[in-house]
């Protein structure tokens, strides 16, 4: 560590010699008060040195960059909202011209004694798709102001541009500006000019829903992954531009999405097994109309539930899969070479998930999340063997590795639509695996299973999974996180971390019995930090940490440090939307709560207080009325956060006909109650929200009046 003196007003100042060796000289800043505050990583600063000269010298300048910009440079912005799918695809790295920016410090190999070579990088992370960065100024060399003769700068990754341009010594020193340009209209977009003007913060809206409660003509009385297609039209014509799913694991006959068996593999109820029948039918020309016919048929019986028969939903799934499998055959389906490659690639995680599902099934009364995997009568060690080609198990082994494939083709598709509109998708990250997990019996040292993990209170709860073993995970650089966010990073642009208290300390409770303690006791600061700055290196998805209820003061400057966006429930705080911090979620409600109007009227005393303080005077209205609901929606739109991410139920209730009949229904989850979780369905079809312009244009206008979605 360097340090550096202040020099005048915020300017500070220092020196190093770096030897040529080096190459790429990679670093970052830090104020070091009562605390070290680093500044936001996201987008690495680097110097390269190769090809100066001994003694050269190079002066830099940087500012210092706060958590606000950095977070927009996640790929929840730089691959859907800003980059509209585009990003990824058209980086400019690709281009041979950047990586002579990269490497030579004079243009064309070339050196002039009387110039500089300067070289400018503009981190400009809100950027809309198609726009380009460029930059002018005095010198001749830069076209002295012309639009002509401006310089275009590369990208070259993480929303970091560079341009470099050799300057007679005589020109020193000289103005520029940055210029953003249409690149297909061909015309000045944005300027950087020197003169006043209000640059609002970037700030924009979503819409939660679980993908289970999704539905549209095709779904199977279930939401399935290929509907958040649909989901995401609806949030083009309605002005969003995020879709927040809950967990879509594995979790076997467990209704509830955070009762994974693995956090790798998704879930086999949300496949559609149309989508399946069709990508044989048309890559191998198998006749596939007696399946297609069984599936249409499952979604006639099947779509028309108002409520998800989980367990009935779950086995005709499981059946059809095995049909299309059947009709389609064992060698042909092996004869898929883009089938095979994902295995391959796969293989780390999948093979031992297969292996587990099969013993899973041996394992009868032992194997639901209450029990110890690694009590079973087969360790890990033998999951080559369970898998084995010339096993007695492999087809049931293939039957895994097919039903996974056709789940990662379908949900990478519907992200990729999403993304293409400019709709981000946000998933949920559990804070825990069940003991009995396909993660506990490959690494059970990664976990604590001597002990429970819960929360304190009378009474004290037990959540049933282990907790994890921090130490144990440093121990090689968190491997486990990284492969898992790195495989979650295939489909979502940001995720939501569940408990995000659990990653300071978390409440462990021995198994054998007794009470309880906070693990650990003290340094939350830096177990904080370790923690989740072992993930959020892990990929460069947007992070929103759930931090409700009782939070320890250490937890809030820990998450603002790192650029990870806290949550706000209006009626869980002050209530003041206007006052929120800039890296915040704010939310009218959450799936683990009642929706606003059912809030409402549940809950007379507090709703009253709520009214009167925020909404009006009089007598307060009983319902509510839609205008209430309204209301509260455009608190949320017009708050200081970045993100507004409201459940649907609470959109539609914005319109008296767009509600449900019953608010009752429309509850998802009920903490501490196994009656009636997990069985919602949203009671419009997604065709029938995507055609009723009326109400997306009154959700659009209020999103607009609020700025948000205003890319500058």
Same mark, same amino acid.
């Given at each position: 560590?360097?340090?550096?003196?202040?020099?005048?007003?915020?300017?500070?100042?220092?020196?190093?010699?770096?030897?040529?060796?080096?190459?790429?000289?990679?670093?970052?800043?830090?104020?070091?008060?009562?605390?070290?505050?680093?500044?936001?990583?996201?987008?690495?600063?680097?110097?390269?040195?190769?090809?100066?000269?001994?003694?050269?010298?190079?002066?830099?300048?940087?500012?210092?960059?706060?958590?606000?910009?950095?977070? +927009?440079?996640?790929?929840?912005?730089?691959?859907?909202?800003?980059?509209?799918?585009?990003?990824?695809?058209?980086?400019?790295?690709?281009?041979?011209?950047?990586?002579?920016?990269?490497?030579?410090?004079?243009?064309?190999?070339?050196? !002039?004694?009387?110039?500089?070579?300067?070289?400018?990088?503009?981190?400009?992370?809100?950027?809309?798709?198609?726009?380009?960065?460029?930059?002018?100024?005095?010198?001749?060399? /830069?076209?002295?102001?012309?639009?002509?003769?401006?310089?275009?700068?590369?990208?070259?990754?993480?929303?970091?541009?560079?341009?470099?341009?050799?300057?007679?010594?005589?020109?020193?020193?000289?103005?520029?500006?940055?210029?953003?340009?249409?690149?297909?209209?061909?015309?000045?977009?944005?300027?950087?000019?020197?003169?006043?003007?209000?640059?609002?913060?970037?700030?924009?809206?979503?819409?939660?829903?679980?993908?289970?409660?999704?539905?549209?003509?095709?779904?199977?009385?279930?939401?399935?992954?290929?509907?958040?297609?649909?989901?995401?039209?609806?949030?083009?014509?309605?002005?969003?531009?995020?879709?927040?799913?809950?967990?879509?694991?594995?979790?076997?006959?467990?209704?509830?999405?955070?009762?994974?068996?693995?956090?790798?593999?998704?879930?086999?109820?949300?496949?559609?097994?149309?989508?399946?029948?069709?990508?044989?039918?048309?890559?191998?020309?198998?006749?596939?109309?007696?399946?297609?016919?069984?599936?249409?048929?499952?979604?006639?019986?099947?779509?028309?539930?108002?409520?998800? !028969?989980?367990?009935?939903?779950?086995?005709?799934?499981?059946?059809?899969?095995?049909?299309?499998?059947?009709?389609?055959?064992?060698?042909?389906?092996?004869?898929?070479?883009?089938?095979?490659?994902?295995?391959?690639?796969?293989?780390?995680?999948?093979?031992?998930?297969?292996?587990?599902?099969?013993?899973?099934?041996?394992?009868?009364?032992?194997? &639901?999340?209450?029990?110890?995997?690694?009590?079973?009568?087969?360790?890990?060690?033998?999951?080559?063997?369970?898998?084995?080609?010339?096993?007695?198990?492999?087809?049931?082994?293939?039957?895994?590795?097919?039903?996974?494939?056709?789940?990662?083709?379908?949900?990478?598709?519907?992200?990729?639509?999403?993304?293409?509109?400019?709709?981000?998708?946000?998933?949920?990250?559990?804070?825990?695996?069940?003991?009995?997990?396909?993660?506990?019996?490959?690494?059970?040292?990664?976990?604590?299973?001597?002990? &429970?993990?819960?929360?304190?209170?009378?009474?004290?709860?037990?959540?049933?999974?282990?907790?994890? &073993?921090?130490?144990?995970?440093?121990?090689?650089?968190?491997?486990?996180?990284?492969?898992?966010?790195?495989? /979650?990073?295939?489909?979502?642009?940001?995720?939501?971390?569940?408990?995000?208290?659990?990653?300071?300390?978390?409440?462990?409770?021995?198994?054998?019995?007794?009470?309880?303690?906070?693990?650990?006791?003290?340094?939350?600061?830096?177990?904080?930090?370790?923690?989740?700055?072992?993930?959020?290196?892990?990929?460069?998805?947007?992070?929103?940490?759930?931090?409700?209820?009782?939070?320890?003061?250490?937890?809030?400057?820990?998450?603002?440090?790192?650029?990870?966006?806290? +949550?706000?429930?209006?009626?869980?705080?002050?209530?003041?939307?206007?006052?929120?911090?800039?890296?915040?979620?704010?939310?009218?409600?959450?799936?683990?709560?009642?929706?606003?109007?059912?809030?409402?009227?549940?809950?007379?005393?507090?709703?009253?207080?709520?009214?009167?303080?925020?909404?009006?005077?009089?007598?307060?209205?009983?319902?509510?009325? !839609?205008?209430?609901?309204?209301?509260?929606?455009?608190?949320?739109?017009?708050?200081?956060?970045?993100?507004?991410?409201?459940?649907?139920? !609470?959109?539609?209730?914005?319109?008296?006909?767009?509600?449900?009949?019953?608010?009752?229904?429309?509850?998802?989850?009920?903490?501490?109650?196994?009656?009636?979780?997990?069985?919602?369905?949203?009671?419009?079809?997604?065709?029938?929200?995507?055609?009723?312009?009326?109400?997306?244009?009154?959700?659009?206008?209020?999103?607009?009046?609020?700025?948000?979605?205003?890319?500058?």
């Amino acid at each position: 560590m360097i340090s550096i003196e202040r020099k005048e007003g915020e300017k500070w100042e220092g020196t190093v010699q770096v030897p040529l060796t080096e190459g790429v000289v990679k670093y970052h800043y830090v104020v070091l008060a009562k605390t070290h505050r680093y500044e936001a990583r996201i987008a690495d600063r680097s110097i390269n040195v190769q090809g100066l000269p001994d003694g050269a010298k190079v002066y830099v300048q940087d500012s210092f960059r706060s958590p606000k910009p950095a977070t +927009l440079a996640t790929s929840c912005f730089s691959r859907a909202v800003f980059g509209k799918g585009k990003t990824s695809k058209t980086l400019e790295t690709q281009n041979p011209e950047v990586e002579h920016a990269k490497i030579t410090w004079s243009p064309n190999g070339k050196s !002039d004694s009387d110039g500089v070579t300067v070289r400018f990088a503009l981190f400009a992370p809100r950027m809309d798709a198609g726009h380009s960065v460029w930059v002018q100024g005095k010198p001749a060399a /830069m076209g002295s102001f012309s639009d002509s003769s401006k310089i275009k700068m590369a990208n070259i990754g993480s929303q970091v541009f560079i341009a470099q341009v050799e300057v007679p010594r005589s020109e020193f020193p000289f103005e520029y500006k940055y210029v953003i340009v249409d690149s297909i209209l061909i015309g000045s977009v944005k300027q950087d000019e020197a003169f006043n003007y209000y640059n609002p913060v970037f700030k924009a809206a979503g819409v939660a829903i679980p993908v289970s409660g999704i539905k549209t003509r095709d779904s199977t009385g279930i939401g399935e992954f290929l509907d958040i297609k649909k989901m995401a039209d609806w949030c083009v014509r309605s002005g969003l531009q995020l879709v927040q799913i809950l967990p879509i694991n594995d979790s076997g006959e467990d209704p509830s999405p955070y009762s994974a068996c693995s956090a790798f593999a998704l879930h086999p109820i949300y496949v559609q097994p149309k989508s399946v029948c069709s990508y044989y039918s048309s890559k191998f020309g198998v006749d596939m109309s007696g399946p297609l016919g069984w599936a249409q048929s499952l979604v006639d019986k099947l779509n028309g539930n108002w409520k998800i !028969d989980y367990p009935k939903i779950l086995y005709e799934k499981k059946k059809i899969l095995d049909g299309i499998f059947d009709a389609v055959g064992k060698e042909k389906i092996l004869s898929d070479k883009d089938f095979t490659d994902w295995i391959e690639k796969n293989s780390k995680w999948l093979k031992v998930y297969a292996a587990f599902k099969v013993q899973m099934e041996k394992e009868k009364g032992f194997n &639901n999340k209450w029990f110890d995997c690694t009590t079973w009568s087969k360790r890990v060690t033998e999951a080559e063997n369970i898998v084995n080609s010339n096993g007695p198990d492999y087809d049931h082994v293939v039957r895994v590795y097919f039903t996974q494939y056709h789940l990662h083709c379908q949900l990478k598709e519907a992200s990729e639509y999403a993304e293409g509109l400019g709709v981000a998708l946000k998933g949920d990250l559990p804070i825990g695996v069940t003991r009995c997990s396909q993660d506990v019996w490959a690494e059970p040292n990664l976990f604590k299973l001597d002990r &429970n993990a819960g929360a304190p209170g009378d009474p004290e709860q037990n959540w049933g999974f282990p907790p994890y &073993n921090w130490d144990q995970m440093h121990r090689d650089g968190c491997s486990w996180w990284r492969r898992r966010l790195t495989h /979650m990073e295939q489909y979502f642009h940001a995720y939501r971390i569940d408990h995000v208290l659990g990653f300071f300390r978390m409440w462990e409770i021995p198994k054998s019995g007794g009470g309880g303690r906070y693990e650990p006791n003290g340094g939350l600061r830096e177990n904080g930090l370790r923690n989740l700055r072992a993930i959020q290196t892990a990929s460069n998805m947007m992070i929103c940490g759930e931090d409700l209820g009782n939070v320890p003061p250490e937890v809030g400057p820990v998450l603002l440090e790192l650029g990870i966006l806290g +949550l706000k429930i209006q009626r869980w705080c002050d209530g003041k939307t206007w006052d929120y911090g800039y890296l915040t979620v704010a939310a009218s409600s959450c799936h683990d709560c009642s929706p606003c109007r059912l809030w409402w009227n549940e809950n007379w005393g507090e709703a009253e207080r709520f009214y009167h303080e925020f909404i009006g005077q009089g007598n307060m209205p009983g319902g509510p009325p !839609d205008w209430i609901s309204q209301k509260i929606i455009k608190m949320h739109a017009e708050s200081s956060a970045m993100w507004t991410i409201n459940p649907i139920q !609470d959109y539609l209730d914005m319109w008296e006909n767009m509600r449900s009949q019953n608010p009752k229904s429309d509850m998802i989850n009920r903490p501490g109650s196994t009656d009636g979780c997990w069985i919602w369905r949203c009671h419009k079809r997604m065709e029938d929200l995507i055609d009723n312009s009326k109400f997306n244009d009154f959700v659009k206008n209020m999103l607009k009046g609020a700025k948000r979605g205003e890319v500058y």
